[in-house]
């Protein structure tokens, strides 16, 4: 459905972040790992349009999307949770979901998804997203966003950061429900093995490049038992 | 007595289909249109100047006094002075509200000087929204000001709103705290096109334990000019806070200045302000929701200033 070609992304002064990544993403559920500064997040942020890549085309079920824009593409069904979610003064928890959820589903449904990430919705519907909210309780509404926007595409940039120890197994039933009850694909940037662990494909990024590439059973066994150590524990 | 224009504008600012209970004194282009007193809340027209005294007996609870005004005469010109006198132990609502509708080519104008002589240990809310419509070229122009005495261990809160439409504003408050006394103070407010507005607050603390938490939320947008001064000073062991909150866009142009005096060691004086366009990763983030930039902007507005 996805189909990266030749993406490069060169910032100013010629640094190179991303070099000729070239990616079909046919499997509902993908992850992509590989150490920090390897450029995973802005590989996701070039899906979903907020970077322009410098070269190469982005294709969705056949259409190039690569001159459309972060609304446009939205649109089409991408989705995206940031690593760090973004704080807004005055806007509630109950404002955000509505609007990812849209006319149709409402806000009432979409405050459904916050008890999904483990969150009481009635404590949480009313507050700021400002930053009253901790690190984790924004990193599960901004969860809760993609579950309510509902589209074919989710991508989540690590989302078990922050997440305590005591959750991280509800949020792992969160994206395997997912794969089992919606029709969408999931795309997960993580360093965690459980994650790794449920998803169909895994790619590693490092340097701006894909290193390896290859179905769970390919890819893991290596990942654990190499020295390069790629899988950090972020949990705290 | 109060033709539809007039109606609406009374929804606009005080959110009245008819009209509302308790005691009220609605006023219509320079002219009393409708009062009503209760067994606890007095109203009486002032005699040496234009307004009114609002007199609230002691122990009064859970009553609500409005006050709203509005102009639907272009060129109209009034200057209007409403005491509030609240006895001690009172827990009251007052809401006012002014709305100018301008038609003409002659600017409306109405200067509005509250003054809140609230009681020992009462409770005051007090709401006002400012509005102006109507396609005109004359002006809409409103300067409220609101001068507060609170007694020993009373509060007051005010909210105070004024989102789009008026031309020219000067906001002044003035307050001063004795001992125990509280004063909160939540001012939004949105400027557009040419249009200027000036806030001014003055808080005095003079006794032990007195508090003021005064924030002010604003957007400046198009060719506007915000001013906006704080001015605390702490005469007593106390603690005062003021926020000044603007987004800047278009070719706004916005200024605050903050001013602390502590003549008390123990006086603990804190301002803040920040002045900034709406942040680039607020857009993106609701983009990726679907929403068009246009859209996003409307709703980062909309809730920072509720
Ligand atoms: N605008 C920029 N200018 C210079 N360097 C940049 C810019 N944006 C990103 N980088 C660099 O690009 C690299 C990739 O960053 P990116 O955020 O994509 O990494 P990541 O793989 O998501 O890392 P992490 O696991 O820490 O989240 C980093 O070295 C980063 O410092
Ligand atoms: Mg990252």
Not at chain 1, 50 to 65: H, K, V
Not at chain 1, 67 to 88: D, K
Not at chain 2, 256 to 261: D, K, M, Y
Request: glycine letters at 10%; proline letters at 2%.
């Amino acid at each position: 459905m996805l189909k990266l070609e030749h993406i490069g992304y060169e910032v100013e002064g010629n640094k190179e972040i991303l070099h000729d990544i070239n990616l079909e993403l046919n499997d509902r559920f993908v992850a992509i790992t590989g150490p920090n500064g390897g450029g995973k997040s802005t590989l996701a942020k070039i899906i979903a349009g907020i970077l322009t890549p410098t070269e190469g085309r982005i294709w969705l079920d056949g259409e190039d999307i690569t001159h459309l824009n972060i609304t446009e593409r939205a649109r089409r069904g991408i989705s995206y949770a940031f690593q760090q979610p973004v704080r807004f003064k005055g806007l509630r928890v109950r404002d955000l979901l509505g609007l990812a959820a849209g006319k149709t589903t409402g806000v009432t449904a979409a405050c459904d998804m916050l008890s999904e990430v483990g969150l009481c919705a009635r404590d949480y519907v009313d507050r700021e997203l400002n930053d009253s909210l901790s690190g984790g309780e924004m990193k599960r509404i901004e969860i809760a966003m993609v579950l309510a926007r509902g589209t074919k595409l989710s991508i989540f940039d690590e989302p078990e950061a922050g997440i305590d120890l005591w959750s991280f197994q509800n949020l792992i039933r969160v994206f395997e429900k997912m794969y089992e009850q919606t029709k969408g694909s999931i795309l997960i940037i993580s360093h965690q093995e459980r994650i790794l662990n449920i998803a169909d494909r895994i790619i590693m990024i490092a340097d701006g490049q894909v290193e390896r590439m290859g179905t769970r059973d390919e890819i893991l066994p290596a990942l654990l038992s190499s020295t390069c150590k790629v899988l950090t524990d972020k949990m705290e | 007595m109060i033709d539809q224009i007039q109606k609406d504008m009374l929804k606009a600012v005080a959110d009245l289909d008819s009209l509302p209970v308790g005691a009220y004194n609605i006023r219509a282009d320079g002219q009393s249109a409708a009062r009503n007193t209760t067994a606890n809340i007095d109203i009486v027209t002032k005699t040496d100047k234009p307004g009114i005294d609002i007199i609230i007996r002691p122990g009064t609870k859970k009553e609500s006094v409005h006050i709203p005004v509005v102009i639907s005469q272009s060129g109209l010109k009034e200057c209007v002075y409403n005491d509030f006198f609240v006895g001690e132990d009172c827990d009251v609502v007052i809401i006012a509200g002014c709305g100018i509708h301008n038609c003409g080519a002659g600017d409306s104008q109405h200067d509005g000087i509250h003054s809140f002589f609230v009681g020992k240990n009462s409770k005051v809310r007090y709401i006002e929204k400012h509005y102006g419509d109507g396609d005109g070229a004359g002006k809409r122009v409103m300067n409220p000001e609101s001068v507060v005495e609170l007694a020993e261990g009373a509060e007051m809160q005010m909210e105070t709103t004024q989102i789009g439409g008026v031309d020219d504003t000067l906001r002044k408050t003035t307050a001063r705290l004795a001992a125990g006394a509280k004063l909160i103070i939540r001012e939004a407010l949105l400027t557009e096109g040419d249009q200027r507005a000036d806030t001014d607050f003055t808080v005095t603390l003079d006794g032990e334990g007195a508090s003021a938490d005064v924030v002010s939320r604003t957007v400046a947008k198009g060719r506007s000019t915000q001013h906006y001064t704080s001015r605390v000073i702490g005469n007593a062991p106390c603690t005062g806070h003021t926020e000044c909150d603007s987004i800047i866009m278009d070719q706004a142009k916005v200024t605050a200045v903050p001013e602390l005096t502590a003549n008390d060691l123990d006086a603990s004086l804190i301002h803040e302000a920040a002045i900034g366009k709406i942040a680039g990763e607020q857009l993106v983030k609701l983009m990726t929701l679907g929403l068009t930039e246009q859209e996003a902007e409307e709703q980062i507005i909309s809730g920072f200033l509720r």
